[in-house]
């Protein structure tokens, strides 16, 4: 069991998921999100850089946000700089500080690791629709963006995600 501070609950497991394009995304912080995503991105560039972004021009988000960052050496691993209290919720365990790895945050790490190495590999955002497995609960669905940060120099530096429940 990964020491959450959330109880002693397990952590949740990922469900099939579905991709969605960006404009066909439902859920209003998630448009919220990647409206203001595209309103910090320069003109001629495919992301905004990380310096661009400033939560505290959406505190309304801010639980519902993650922030990771991008290491590459000495290989490709991401760690949460910030992981929001609803997402903590919603995959009980608390992931701030911590490398996407199974040992430090479980099951769900093999699937945002994936996720993240295609935004690495394409700079393209993602949209997902999944659900996550809690025992003793209902399954929780939700949709969730990822959606990348950097300059075209040092291409994604960061990983800007937002969840809301559906």
């Known amino acids: 069991m990964i020491g959450?501070?959330?109880?002693?609950?397990?952590?949740?497991?990922?469900?099939?998921?579905?991709?969605?394009?960006?404009d066909?995304?439902?859920?209003?912080?998630?448009?919220?999100?990647?409206?203001?995503?595209?309103?910090?991105?320069?003109?001629?560039?495919?992301?905004?850089?990380?310096?661009?972004?400033d939560p505290l021009d959406v505190p309304h988000l801010l639980q519902n946000l993650a922030l990771a960052e991008v290491h590459r050496?000495?290989?490709?691993r991401f760690r949460f700089r910030v992981f929001g209290s609803a997402l903590s919720e919603t995959?009980?365990?608390?992931a701030s500080g911590k490398w996407v790895t199974v040992e430090a945050i479980g099951s769900i790490a093999p699937h945002i690791h994936a996720d993240f190495v295609q935004i690495i590999e394409t700079g393209l955002p993602r949209a997902?629709?999944?659900f996550a497995q809690q025992p003793g609960r209902d399954h929780v669905r939700y949709q969730v963006i990822d959606l990348p940060l950097g300059t075209p120099e040092d291409?994604?530096?960061?990983?800007?995600s937002c969840l809301e429940r559906s």
């Open 4 to 22: 959450s501070g959330l109880g002693e609950q397990s952590p949740a497991k990922i469900g099939e998921s579905s991709i969605l394009s960006l």
């Open 24 to 53: 066909s995304v439902t859920a209003p912080l998630l448009r919220e999100t990647i409206a203001y995503w595209r309103s910090k991105t320069p003109a001629g560039h495919p992301f905004p850089a990380r310096s661009h972004i």
């Open 73 to 76: 050496t000495p290989e490709l």
């Open 91 to 94: 995959f009980r365990l608390e």
């Open 128 to 130: 997902i629709h999944s």
């Open 155 to 160: 291409g994604v530096t960061m990983i800007l």
